[in-house]
């Protein structure tokens, strides 16, 4: 039986993400996954800024923009005024569509380069936890085999096997509208759709006349698009039976006309606004991520994000834990800064629904238009835009209080530094980070140098906040930071303490 620091269980973008997470911390991991190969249909087409800044954070972005289709404004439930990010001093004021497909593969591909190994073709069935490890048996072409990790994390979709095994409830709303998906090749008419990336939110919001929402977006290749509408005759009982073509291509000319026609359906798919939240992220050494500790109607696209930032906020905790030197507590931060992020995801997707799904209920009409005017007003908008993107989560820590601390760090130029840098290029080491210019914090972090990198820097801005001196976890979380109001001498104990007591919180007892 194999013997690895923790088990992955799911090839998706989480599981990858996450197996990235460990690997750069020096945790030895295998990743399993019951198909054969990656899919080559796509379920997410976008990239949220936030997401963006993680891929940033780990040098993944360029790959991601090669591999993207456009840069798009997000929208929110189809209204016709579109998201603006640029009140979040964001590099990627922007999302970047690509295919699942895609970004998988990269994640994988950079998988690979940190040595890490995807075993496919096997499919998670039986999992037994105690104080040391997990023993995993998996179903493989070779016949049954076991893996034991110290932990095991379950990133194996919203219909996980993992959270079944363990018995967590998954409680919620089940599914009462649908949506269907499909990725169709278009004959040739002549007469191709418009390029519809730069009007996401008036496609979302355009009805066809039975009230159907109904979108098309190209995916790269020529005559390839991704059909997408909602469809009330859709039920829980019908949801499985596959949509044949024909019906694709009358919804299709419902709205762009008869000389759209399909000349080939490669993958369709029926799915609900089903949202439920697993009620908790962690049993003792199997932890979730992912899909399978949170679904929701992917409106807006959010879920794959949801997962990647999971995968980063897990990761570095967890192989704190494995490495031994997390202090007590870090893990279970992983649940009790994630789950509220995720519960605020469901919802706003559940809104989002009242606007996708034609309305039983006329006055849902005034409240669209009400909605529509208020997205128009700046903070509103803002507001709004930070909890799609995920640039606006912000988690509660303790210590020092200050404006900036549980914020995230938007990528800055380090212009006055001793080394002229990034601080997203600074982070790709995967540890956290002291910028300062002040001797005494540089030597106060001194005996955390192999978690914690020090760069000199000046007194900087950061989202409109004056700052001297700045803490940031390996996920790019503040937690730490200071604004110096006078430098007497009789404040620097009680500075250096702070400093110390948030660097004892996050990064252990430097002897361990
Ligand atoms: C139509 C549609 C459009 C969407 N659009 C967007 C979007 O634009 N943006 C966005 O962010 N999100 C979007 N989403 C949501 C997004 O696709 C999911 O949130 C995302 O796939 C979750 O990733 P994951 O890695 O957690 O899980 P998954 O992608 O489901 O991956 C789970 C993996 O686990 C494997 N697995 C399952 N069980 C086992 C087992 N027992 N043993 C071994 N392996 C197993 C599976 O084979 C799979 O590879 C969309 C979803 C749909 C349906």
Not at 37 to 53: N, V, Y
Not at 401 to 424: C, V
Not at 451 to 463: M, N, P
Request: glycine letters at 8%; one cysteine or more.
């Amino acid at each position: 039986m194999d013997n690895v620091d923790v088990l992955v269980v799911g090839a998706g973008a989480t599981g990858l993400m996450l197996a990235n997470e460990l690997a750069i911390a020096g945790v030895s991991v295998v990743v399993i996954d019951r198909e054969a190969g990656r899919l080559r249909h796509s379920k997410a087409l976008a990239l949220q800024p936030r997401t963006a800044e993680v891929f940033d954070l780990r040098g993944l972005i360029d790959g991601a923009r090669d591999r993207s289709l456009a840069s798009v404004n997000g929208h929110f439930g189809g209204l016709p005024v579109p998201l603006a990010y640029e009140g979040w001093s964001t590099r990627y004021p922007y999302m970047v569509a690509i295919t699942q497909s895609e970004t998988e593969a990269l994640l994988e591909e950079r998988a690979a380069a940190n040595g890490v190994a995807v075993r496919r073709e096997h499919e998670l069935t039986v999992l037994a936890q105690d104080e040391e490890g997990v023993t995993a048996t998996m179903r493989t072409p070779q016949g049954e085999q076991r893996v034991r990790g110290r932990y095991l994390v379950g990133c194996d979709g919203g219909r996980s096997v993992v959270r079944k095994l363990l018995g967590v409830n998954f409680p919620g709303t089940p599914a009462v509208r649908y949506s269907v998906a499909a990725d169709v090749l278009l004959q040739e008419t002549g007469a191709e759709p418009a390029n519809q990336w730069g009007a996401l939110a008036k496609m979302f919001g355009q009805r066809n006349a039975s009230g159907q929402s109904v979108a098309l977006l190209p995916l790269g290749e020529p005559n390839f698009y991704r059909l997408s509408y909602t469809d009330p005759s859709i039920s829980a009982e019908t949801r499985d039976i596959p949509v044949p073509k024909e019906r694709l291509e009358e919804v299709l000319q419902s709205q762009y006309g008869e000389t759209a026609r399909i000349a080939e359906v490669q993958w369709v798919s029926s799915f609900g606004d089903a949202s439920r939240q697993a009620e908790r992220y962690r049993v003792e050494r199997v932890l979730l991520a992912g899909d399978a500790a949170h679904i929701h109607l992917p409106a807006g696209g959010q879920g794959l994000n949801l997962g990647v930032q999971d995968a980063m906020n897990l990761g570095w905790k967890l192989a704190a834990d494995v490495k031994g030197w997390a202090p007590d507590g870090l893990l279970d931060t992983y649940e009790s800064e994630r789950h509220p992020v995720a519960a605020q995801v469901l919802e706003n997707t559940r809104v989002q629904s009242l606007f996708f799904y034609p309305a039983a209920d006329e006055r849902m009409e005034a409240m669209r238009e009400l909605f529509t005017t208020l997205m128009a007003l700046p903070d509103v908008n803002r507001h709004l835009a930070g909890l799609v993107s995920g640039l606006g989560v912000r988690y509660p820590m303790e210590g020092e209080q200050h404006d900036l601390l549980g914020a995230r760090l938007p990528d800055i130029e380090l212009t006055a530094s001793d080394t002229p840098q990034r601080t997203s290029v600074l982070l790709r080491t995967g540890k956290g980070l002291l910028l300062t210019e002040d001797d005494r914090h540089a030597a106060t972090a001194k005996p955390w140098a192999e978690r914690v990198d020090v760069v000199r820097t000046s007194r900087l801005s950061v989202s409109g906040t004056v700052v001297d001196a700045l803490l940031v976890r390996p996920d790019g979380y503040i937690c730490w930071a200071r604004t110096a109001r006078s430098t007497t001498p009789t404040q620097s104990a009680p500075v250096q303490n702070a400093l110390a007591d948030s660097l004892h919180r996050w990064f252990g007892h430097p002897e361990h």
